[in-house]
Every structure is written in structure tokens, then in C-alpha cells.
């Protein structure tokens, strides 16, 4: 079946602009997760979704950084005011419930010029 | 602080040379401990889930073991195309998220 996809796979962005990330999630999946990677760190927690509500955001780095979820299903990612440390890669994962293994996307990588 | 760390950083190793990579955790309440293969430009790829110290899972020419602090992915006979990050990863009571280890880039020469 159709695995966690995310779109765009790259974003090249300018400094101080808005930039919207999409996951949509494997067909079934109750659970959604964003991540961050950053060269030479490793994966980094951003926000969980049960779903179409967030009870752990606790990853999220500053108040320019949002999600929200739809219908139980797909989520985005907004960084509003765009930062050059904000340049990563984003990974999205489902899973069916909160404590099942978590399947990945593949990723979208942010360049902040 | 809960912690989970990997080594070594890189491993080289000849093709049919066996090794192993370790993942050693600092959590309370373990509920599972998860390996993912991470090729370059792709997302992690799921390998393996254990729950429990005594546990073991084989796949191909790799068996994932756990005990109380730590994990070892051992790798039989590398191919090339084993070739990739290896990340570790730990879910644990309190948390819906997955802690992970810096993971260990390991490079099969033909």
C-alpha cells in the first residue's frame, strides 16, 4: 500500500518568508508526527498529532513554527518568518495508534537563503 | 536526562566482514526500542521493533538483540548494499515520541 508521502520534497525559501510543509499520512493511521534533521544532529521531535489534536508540542523551537491536521489525516507544517537555522530536513511519520512503530516519509528539505 | 547513544559514528567494513553496532539508553520505562535504515536523501526505513530485554529479530543478514541498556544490530556477511545510516530509537512511558540516537554510518567496501 501507499506509504507516508510529503510534499514539497525540496523548498528553497527566502529569509523572513512563509513556507507550508505537507504529510499525508499512510490510509488509517491515528497518529502523526513531525521531526526535524538537521545537519550533523540528530532526529528532533517537533510535534505529535492523536488525531486531528496536538497534545505534545513540546518540540516545537519558537512560536513561528505551527501545525494543524485535518480530518484525521493530512497535516501541515507552517514556519512563518523564515530563519537561515530553520534550513533541515522535515520528516513526517504515522503511525495506527500512539505507541506503534512510526513509518516515514520522505522528507522535505528546507534551504533558507 | 533521558539519553540514547550510538556508536560507533562511522564503521568501515569489507564485504563478508561481520560487526556489530551498539545503541546503549538512559530511559525509565522502556516500551520499545526501534532500528531504521536511513539511505541518503530518503526518509528512515523500519527495520526492526523490540520490547523486552531477551528479545531478538532477524531480518536478512541482520538480527537486532536487546538487553536493559543497550541494543546491538549485528550484520552478517555485509553486502555493498548494506551501505547506509543505521538510527536507534526509544519510546518510552510519558512520551509520544521517539528518542533517537545520532545513528552509525556504516560504509560495505566490494
Known amino acids: 500500500g501507499a506509504g507516508v508521502s510529503q510534499s514539497p520534497s525540496n523548498k528553497v525559501t527566502e529569509k523572513g518568508k512563509d513556507v507550508e510543509l505537507r504529510c499525508d499520512p499512510i490510509s488509517g493511521h491515528t497518529a502523526l508526527y513531525w521531526y526535524r534533521q538537521s545537519l550533523g544532529q540528530g532526529l528532533e521531535f517537533l510535534i505529535y498529532f492523536q488525531g486531528n489534536s496536538a497534545p505534545d508540542k513540546s518540540g516545537l523551537p519558537s512560536d513561528r513554527f505551527s501545525a494543524e491536521r485535518t480530518g484525521g489525516s493530512v497535516s501541515t507544517l507552517t514556519i512563518q518568518r523564515t530563519q537561515q537555522e530553520d534550513s533541515a530536513v522535515y520528516l513526517c511519520a504515522s503511525s495506527l495508534a500512539g505507541t506503534d512503530t512510526q513509518y516515514f516519509g520522505p522528507g522535505t528539505r528546507l534551504t533558507v537563503l | 536526562e533521558d539519553q540514547v547513544t550510538q556508536s560507533p559514528e562511522a564503521l568501515r567494513l569489507q564485504e563478508g566482514e561481520s560487526s556489530s553496532l551498539n545503541c546503549s539508553y538512559t530511559?525509565?520505562?522502556?516500551?520499545?526500542l526501534f532500528w531504521y535504515r536511513q539511505d541518503p536523501g530518503k526518509g528512515p526505513e523500519f527495520l526492526f521493533t523490540l520490547y523486552s530485554a531477551g528479545e531478538e529479530k532477524e531480518k536478512e543478514r541482520l538480527k537486532a538483540t536487546l538487553t536493559k541498556k543497550e541494543s546491538f544490530l549485528h550484520i552478517t556477511a555485509p553486502k555493498p548494499e548494506d551501505s547506509a545510516t543505521y538510527l536507534c530509537?526509544?519510546?518510552?512511558?510519558?512520551?509520544?515520541?521517539?528518542?533517537f540516537g545520532q545513528g552509525t554510518r556504516l560504509t560495505i567496501n566490494p
Open positions: 530511559v525509565s520505562g522502556l516500551r520499545g
Open positions: 530509537a526509544v519510546d518510552f512511558q510519558g512520551a509520544q515520541k521517539l528518542v
